[in-house]
C-alpha cells in the first residue's frame, strides 16, 4: 500500500519495518546475522523473506516480526521472488541452485540446477512459469514440473529480470565490467519475436527469396505491415 519500507543490510540487527508517514519502526525481525543482502515483501504485504550470505532463507511474519518458516543453501543466497499468490518463494544461491519453497513450511518444492549461481528473477502472472538467472544466460522453467522449457543467451551476469503480464516479452538488466548494465526485452512467443524482427526490418522477402531461403513452404508476407 505503499506505507511501509523495510531496510535490512550490513550490521542490521533487526530487520526494520517503518511507517514512513510517522518515520517511525513499527517492526523488527530480529536474527543472529551480521549481513543480509537481500529482503522481499510478498505480494499481499502479510510476510517478508530475508536471506544473505549465511546460506539461510527465512520468512517473517511482517506485522508482528516473527518467524514463519526458515530454510538454507549449501551457500549464501543471491535473490529472492514471490510467486504472485505469495503462497512460494524462488530463491537461488551460489550453490548453483535455484529453489521453489512452500512459504508457510519450509517445504523443498522444486530445485533447478544450474552451471553458474542462480538468481531468480521473476514469475509469471499465473505462477506457473519461473524465470532465473545466471552468467550469460535466462532460464525459462515449468514451475510444477520443473521442466528447463528454453534458454537465452545473454551478455553479461543477469541481475533483475520483468516479465510482461501476457509472458511474451522478458526485459533483462545485466551487469557488464565494473560498472555497465545493459537492459534488454526478449520476445519468449513466436508473435513478439516476429514483430521485433519486423521492427527491424523495411520489406518483406521477394517470393525469389523467398523460395531461397525458406524452400517449398506456400510465400507469405511474414510482416503484414511492410511491402
Not at 104 to 130: I, N
Request: net charge positive.
Amino acid at each position: 500500500d505503499g506505507q511501509r519500507l523495510v531496510t535490512a543490510g550490513r550490521d542490521s540487527k533487526p530487520i526494520v519495518v517503518w511507517d514512513l508517514p510517522t518515520r517511525q519502526p513499527v517492526t523488527r525481525m530480529r536474527h543472529d546475522r551480521q549481513v543480509v543482502e537481500h529482503v522481499a515483501w510478498s505480494p499481499d504485504g502479510h510476510r517478508i523473506a530475508s536471506a544473505g550470505d549465511d546460506q539461510i532463507v527465512r520468512v517473517w511474519d511482517a506485522a508482528t516480526g516473527h518467524p514463519v518458516m526458515q530454510g538454507k543453501h549449501a551457500k549464501g543466497v543471491v535473490g529472492l521472488a514471490w510467486r504472485p499468490d505469495s503462497r512460494r518463494l524462488a530463491t537461488g544461491g551460489g550453490d548453483y541452485i535455484a529453489r521453489i519453497w512452500d512459504a508457510t513450511t519450509g517445504t523443498v518444492l522444486k530445485e533447478f540446477v544450474h552451471g553458474h549461481r542462480a538468481v531468480p528473477l521473476t514469475w509469471s502472472a499465473d505462477g506457473t512459469l519461473l524465470f532465473t538467472g545466471s552468467p550469460g544466460a535466462a532460464h525459462k522453467w515449468d514451475a510444477v514440473s520443473g521442466e528447463e522449457l528454453s534458454r537465452l543467451a545473454l551478455i553479461g551476469g543477469t541481475r533483475a529480470g520483468v516479465l510482461s503480464l501476457n509472458a511474451a516479452t522478458l526485459t533483462t538488466v545485466s551487469r557488464v565490467g565494473r560498472t555497465l548494465l545493459v537492459v534488454l526485452p526478449h520476445a519468449l512467443e513466436k508473435q513478439a519475436l516476429l514483430e521485433v524482427v519486423c521492427a527491424q526490418l523495411t520489406r518483406n522477402l521477394t517470393e525469389p527469396e523467398w523460395n531461397r531461403y525458406v524452400g517449398d513452404e506456400p510465400y507469405r508476407k511474414t510482416c503484414p505491415n511492410l511491402p
